[in-house]
């Protein structure tokens, strides 16, 4: 069973650029998740899809943060303006159903902003 | 609101010795789920242990084992003679509501170091 993919692994931006980071779950996976995990802390939510359809983007900054997920499948999220402080491994997850079920994680994609 | 407390953030052993990660959580909820991740230096988190409200049995597997304590909101982790493999970021995780959501929130981790 092939894993979750994402990309790119890395990306060097200056701040006010703007970049967007592609994930394709484990197939047959309904749920998707965004999180963003800065140096020394844990994961932290940015926004979570059943389906294509938006259950919980509390934590996602909305002035510069987008997310879509159209056909339920594959997801991008994409941060315009950027700033040096969204310098971050952002981390794509999947389960097959609910958050009690245990998450799948990409290699994350390493984003640096000069 | 939910919460997940690792105190520990860095711990370093010898080859063979026996560790303890501490994990301590908050919730309202009465159902709730506990996790246990890896996180090695390539970067991708790894699913370890999980572990529902209603089941205070301790596991083991191998060299891990899990004490789950709901008295005092702990669900501790304890890897038997350690290797250099289990070097890494370990992260307790709880899946309850918060803010009106579902979601998992995550401690801040401890990092594992084991010196051959």
């Known amino acids: 069973e092939a894993g979750v993919a994402q990309s790119p692994r890395y990306k060097i931006i200056e701040k006010r650029q703007s970049v967007a980071f592609w994930c394709n779950p484990i197939?047959?996976?309904?749920?998707l998740y965004w999180y963003q995990q800065i140096l020394g802390q844990g994961p932290k939510l940015l926004i979570q899809f059943q389906n294509n359809g938006v259950v919980d983007d509390s934590q996602l900054p909305k002035d510069r943060f987008s997310a879509e997920r159209l056909k339920g499948v594959d997801s991008t999220l994409k941060i315009q303006p950027a700033k040096l402080e969204d310098s971050a491994v952002y981390l794509c997850?999947?389960?097959?159903?609910?958050?009690?079920?245990?998450?799948?994680f990409g290699s994350g994609t390493q984003l640096s902003v000069l | 609101a939910q919460k997940v407390t690792q105190a520990q953030t860095e711990i370093s052993v010898v080859e063979k010795e026996d560790v303890t990660l501490d994990c301590v959580y908050e919730?309202?909820?009465?159902?709730?789920?506990l996790f246990w991740y890896k996180q090695p230096p390539s970067g991708e988190l790894v699913f370890l242990i999980r572990?529902?409200?209603?089941?205070?049995q301790n596991e083991i597997s191998g060299r891990y084992s899990w004490n789950f304590q709901k008295s005092t909101s702990s669900f501790n982790f304890t890897i038997t003679a350690s290797q250099v493999v289990d070097s890494a970021v370990y992260f307790c995780a709880l899946s309850g509501h918060s803010g009106g959501y579902q979601k998992v929130t995550f401690g801040i981790g401890t990092k594992l170091q084991v010196i051959p």
């Open positions: 197939s047959g996976h309904a749920t």
């Open positions: 919730t309202r909820d009465t159902t709730y789920y």
């Open positions: 997850a999947s389960t097959r159903g609910s958050t009690n079920e245990k998450l799948f």
């Open positions: 572990r529902n409200s209603f089941d205070e």
